[in-house]
């Protein structure tokens, strides 16, 4: 039985699984034979062969230019696809250049926002986890408020929501702000009336070694329906790269969300839910 094990032949899922890369390329010299074991991700070197990283190191390696991003052998490998999907959406460098990509092509835009809205409609998870970091923000839901303020048919339901109206009027409730947050609040406040201005700017910083490799990889992707669709998923599940999103491109995203009269409508019940967020905009009503 012993023997049996060690002159298990190479070609056996057993064998693979624990026989370093460069030892299968000697046998098989085929990429498409190279399997890793799980976490890892098969990335062929700039020399040509083979090499089980994880999910940070390939993007790293890549970026380097010690090996070249394939698609064809993460599609046959659709764990190891997840992989890389899953770091990238937590990883702001590439989603810098993947939202600039999304806000310099409007057809893109459009057609990202048209899969999004589907996906929202589909899951609300996906809709909280865009409005949880926002609502949650202090700067981002002033800059939420102002996107809401000049859109029309935003403003016109909230002003024709009987619960919205009567909450923005309400007294401060128990929230997590602080005491004393209502201090000086009066209906000249009120982020749903004509003379509330506010502006807010945000930054995002983004640096790679060589960007034009990971843009290779965002543009791979993007002419790939599957990888495309399947890396959305992993942006709307990752609360974190939702809030990065919405400080680089709120405008755009909220734009389209706001044209949506279900999505609107959810956007409002959640608005409702979120204490911080309504203390923020309430008021006391000077005409009662």
């Not at 899969?115 to 202090?138: A, H, Q, R, V, Y």
């Not at 982020?191 to 543009?219: G, K, L």
Request: with cysteine.
């Amino acid at each position: 039985m012993i023997l049996g094990i060690l002159f298990v032949p190479l070609t056996s899922s057993f064998a693979e699984s624990i026989i370093p890369p460069h030892r299968q390329w000697t046998q098989f010299n085929d990429i498409s034979k190279i399997t890793c074991k799980d976490g890892l991700i098969l990335l062929q070197k700039s020399n040509g062969f083979p090499a089980c990283v994880s999910s940070t190191a390939y993007l790293k390696l890549i970026d380097r230019g010690y090996g070249m991003f394939d698609s064809k052998i993460l599609k046959d490998r659709p764990m190891m696809m997840n992989d890389l999907m899953t770091n990238m959406a937590s990883n702001t460098s590439i989603m810098h250049h993947w939202h600039e990509m999304m806000q310099n092509d409007p057809t893109m835009m459009k057609n990202t926002m048209k899969n999004w809205i589907s996906k929202m409609k589909e899951n609300p998870k996906f809709l909280k986890n865009m409005m949880g970091p926002i609502t949650s923000d202090p700067e981002l839901r002033q800059e939420m408020i102002e996107h809401m303020k000049k859109h029309p048919v935003m403003e016109q339901s909230l002003k024709d929501h009987p619960m919205w109206m009567a909450s923005v009027h309400e007294p401060m409730m128990g929230s997590t702000m602080g005491s004393g947050m209502n201090q000086g609040m009066h209906s000249g406040m009120c982020s749903w009336c004509p003379e509330y201005e506010h502006n807010m700017q945000h930054v995002s910083h983004a640096s790679f070694t060589n960007s034009d490799r990971m843009m290779n990889i965002i543009h791979h992707m993007w002419i790939d329906d599957k990888m495309v669709q399947d890396m959305h998923e992993f942006m709307l599940e990752n609360p974190e790269h939702m809030k990065q999103m919405s400080e680089q491109m709120m405008g755009p995203i909220l734009g389209f969300m706001m044209d949506d009269t279900e999505i609107r409508q959810q956007m409002i019940d959640l608005m409702l839910d979120h204490e911080d967020f309504m203390n923020s905009i309430r008021h006391i009503d000077s005409s009662k």
